[in-house]
């Protein structure tokens, strides 16, 4: 029998309750067909909401990547400003996807309009310049943001639903957004229990990543 395909998920922020959490959605995404191992940064803050932070953690999630280089098949980078991302690619041989890029992929098909919500509004410039580098400008309605500190916010699930549903809603009934990307990894499990309550595609940035990538790594 074949060994499986092994996908190593990075997560930029230093809690690893998170990268189980994440690594649990990958791996539900794609069926269990692959093998997804998880690695979290150390000298990050445990939740990234600010765009000196994404930056900085861009240089330990390379040194990550180098180092499973030979025992993953592919990767993912598991925050949705896709720090080290560049760097990877340009650095280490195996496929490589950002869960942003990823998803914005995925909220652009057909020609949609898309919209994002999310908790960290100190992050807007960097995923409001997403689009235009993926030369979606011309679809991307804008980002809204939730209420509140985002520590909190993540911390009661309850709160964290209605603050995003909030969020959504008005990406799609005031800026016209025809699918929303939830923006951030940790909030998967969020987007996923709002599709139902929604007319639009909600977009969770995990399974769109692990997807693209399975795509890439089984052609």
Do not use: K, W
Request: glycine share 8%; proline share 7%; with cysteine.
């Amino acid at each position: 029998m074949a060994t499986p395909r092994r996908i190593l998920l990075i997560n930029p922020n230093s809690c690893t309750a998170t990268t189980d959490m994440m690594v649990a959605i990958a791996a539900a995404a794609i069926d269990h067909r692959c093998d997804i191992v998880g690695a979290t940064a150390t000298r990050a803050p445990a939740m990234i909401v600010e765009p000196a932070a994404l930056l900085a953690s861009a240089a330990e999630v390379l040194e990550i990547a180098r180092a499973h280089e030979s025992t993953c098949d592919g990767l993912v980078v598991a925050a949705f400003g896709d720090p080290g991302l560049a760097e990877i690619r340009a650095r280490v041989s195996i496929a490589s996807v950002g869960i942003g890029e990823s998803a914005m992929i995925a909220a652009a098909a057909g020609g949609r309009r898309f919209g994002v919500a999310s908790t960290t509004p100190a992050l807007a410039a960097p995923i409001d310049a997403l689009p235009a580098a993926l030369g979606f400008r011309a679809q991307y309605t804008g980002s809204r943001f939730t209420e509140g500190d985002p520590h909190d916010l993540t911390a009661d699930p309850a709160r964290l639903r209605a603050a995003l549903l909030d969020a959504v809603r008005a990406c799609v009934q005031q800026d016209g957004a025809e699918a929303v990307i939830i923006g951030g990894g940790p909030l998967g499990q969020a987007a996923a229990e709002l599709q139902p309550m929604l007319p639009v595609p909600i977009i969770a940035p995990i399974p769109a990543a692990v997807t693209r990538l399975f795509g890439m790594m089984t052609r």
